[in-house]
């Protein structure tokens, strides 16, 4: 800081005590010895904050009392780190490279306009790639009669999506934390069209491996857009509107299930006695999926950036701040591996998406018992998602506006039991009106729970990438949609579907025990709201009268510096 009435001389050399005018000072060497390296202390080093001592008055200034520092200069000749000097000198050589601009340093935090393009069309190839996964299941009995295959065969359809899942999260999660956002959504959307393409040339009964290998490239497809939600969020929204915006992209998978609930019953009606015509009817859906989806492929070519030109919060902002390190994709494993908290969230995700999964596979072999129409299955799936869909936006506001994650998440598990404990024993032929009431409270709370579940794994873990967190609880969640749709189809067909919902009500009821053992270690938000940990440590040059303090926690290697 130059005193008003002293000009400022010329710069001390690279290599001074004082360049920059700023007082080196080893990391954790004592504050008397830092006040013993220059007569006068730190009041010596801030008197000469912008060059040597070549005035009169200041080589005065120096030999006489020594003048009392503000706390905010005192605290930052202490803390200010060997090395921060160099890191100013490129900063000033840079701002010397751009003559006529005076020290205009672009914002810490900014909201880039593009973000709502991003979410936007991210949301619409995922709600495609939603509805391809779902498409055979809702009117399996037509498929099965179409290719002449069982009802298992059907069934492997809609899982071939979980299994996938499962081997590749890995590679995928990879590649995102390595290669980032844009190349991931890129490849996630283009497999997700050269799929529907492949799907286009199975509409022959003897072309069921096709239908199968289209398919499969879809599952393949979901494997990089199921990770994006939380990290799109993360990436390019501020820390007011993350939850809401992570909701919103788990949004458009939620829509692609209701819209494939929907659309196939209407599309391709039950016409067993016309094959040709059935055959019409499976191409009309097929190439529509294709050309939506090529639209899609297109627009992310267009639209998706890495990131915004800004960090959007402070904690993504923390992170780009942090010294650069080697970055290990299997470090970052173990740590969440070794994170208890996220371990037993990992497990109750699982749980309940895997059950959420199970019942809209199922769905059409569930609502055939108590009505014999296709038609009714789908309004029922679609009623249950649009209710679902409706929960995951009010989840997302409510998580921003009162960060109380761990309390929801506990609420919301507890109110999907009950839902499906009322939808397994309101499930009879003749109450039909009852079973898309009930379908609409299960879905509210059990689809709602999908974003909760992004957004808790991500405030627990932090700085860990949003990418790993995502795929490791998608991953869990598939490994236990298999698992229930074997063991609820055949609980299902053997005996009654309120055997195979009593089984899923078991397993959501531990699911519940589990979430109340979670430990609620909001880490992300601690930061945003200017606490910190010992991992990301800040040097405070804010002047204590310019806003309220903050509570900095340091480790005590630091606490020993000071």
């Known amino acids: 800081m130059a005193l008003p009435d002293v000009e400022e001389g010329a710069a001390a050399p690279p290599g001074h005590l004082l360049s920059n005018g700023y007082l080196r000072v080893p990391r954790g060497a004592r504050a008397a010895e830092a006040s013993a390296e220059v007569p006068g202390g730190p009041q010596a080093a801030c008197l000469l904050r912008n060059g040597g001592a070549q005035d009169s008055s200041v080589a005065e200034a120096l030999s006489g009392p020594p003048v009392r520092l503000a706390p905010e200069e005192e605290t930052r000749a202490r803390l200010l780190p060997v090395g921060a000097e160099e890191e100013e000198e490129e900063e000033e050589e840079a701002a010397a490279a751009a003559p006529g601009v005076e020290e205009a ?8 306009a593009r973000r709502f393009a991003v979410l936007l069309i991210f949301s619409l190839y995922s709600l495609v790639n939603a509805f391809q996964w779902i498409q055979y299941s809702i009117i399996s009995n037509v498929f099965m009669d179409f290719y002449g295959v069982s009802q298992l065969d059907i069934d492997w359809l809609s899982m071939v999506y979980m299994l996938a899942y499962v081997p590749l999260i890995f590679p995928v999660t990879w590649l995102l934390d390595t290669r980032g956002l844009r190349l991931t959504a890129l490849l996630g959307s283009g497999l997700n069209s050269l799929g529907a393409w492949v799907k286009c040339c199975s509409v022959q009964p003897h072309l069921y491996w096709v ?4 398919q499969g490239l879809c599952s393949v497809a979901q494997v990089f857009i199921l990770g994006l939600p939380s990290r799109i969020a993360s990436v390019w929204f501020g820390p007011t509107e993350v939850s809401t915006a992570c909701a919103t992209a788990v949004l458009g998978n939620q829509l692609g299930t209701a ?3 929907l659309l196939p019953p209407v599309l391709v009606p039950n016409t ?11 191409s009309t859906m097929f190439y529509g999926t294709s050309a939506v989806a090529t639209l899609l492929f297109i627009l992310t070519a267009i639209v998706f950036k890495e990131k915004p030109p800004y960090p959007p919060s402070q904690a993504q902002a923390a992170l780009l701040d942090s010294p650069p390190a080697e970055y290990s994709y299997l470090k970052s494993i173990r ?6 908290p996220f371990v037993l969230l990992l497990i109750t995700y699982g749980i309940m998406t895997g059950a959420f999964y199970s019942v809209s596979t199922l769905l059409n072999q569930i609502i055939l018992t108590c009505c014999k129409e296709e038609v009714y299955a789908g309004r029922i799936g679609l009623t249950l998602v649009i209710a679902g869909m409706v929960g995951s936006i009010l989840c997302g506001l409510w998580l921003d506006y009162t960060k109380t994650y761990k309390q929801t998440t506990l609420i919301v598990y507890i109110l999907s039991f009950i839902g499906m404990v009322i939808f397994t024993f309101t499930l009879k032929p003749g109450y039909i009106i009852i079973v898309f009431i009930t379908g609409g409270i299960l879905g509210f709370f059990m689809t709602g729970y999908l974003p909760l579940g992004f957004e808790f ?9 949003e990418g790993t967190s995502s795929g490791l609880l998608n991953a869990a969640a598939q490994v236990f949609g298999i698992l229930f749709t074997l063991a609820q189809g055949k609980l299902t067909t053997d005996y009654s579907p309120m055997a195979g919902n009593i089984f899923l009500c078991v397993w959501m009821f531990l699911g519940i025990i589990l979430t109340a053992l979670i430990r609620s270690d909001l880490r992300r938000h601690n930061i945003n709201i200017g606490l910190t940990n010992g991992e990301i440590k800040a040097v405070p040059v804010d002047s204590p009268t310019d806003q309220k303090p903050k509570a900095v926690i340091l480790t005590k290697q630091s606490e020993s510096s000071i």
């Not at 067993?272 to 499976?282: E, G, H, R, V, W």
């Not at 794994?457 to 990438?465: F, K, L």
């Open 105 to 112: 340093r672009p914002p810490r935090t900014a909201l880039s």
């Open 211 to 214: 239908t199968m290998l289209g």
């Open 259 to 261: 819209v494939g609930f």
């Open 272 to 282: 067993q006695n016309n094959t040709d015509l059935l055959a019409s009817n499976i």
């Open 335 to 340: 740590n969440l591996f070794k994170n208890i």
């Open 457 to 465: 794994a991500v405030e627990i873990t932090y700085p860990e990438s």
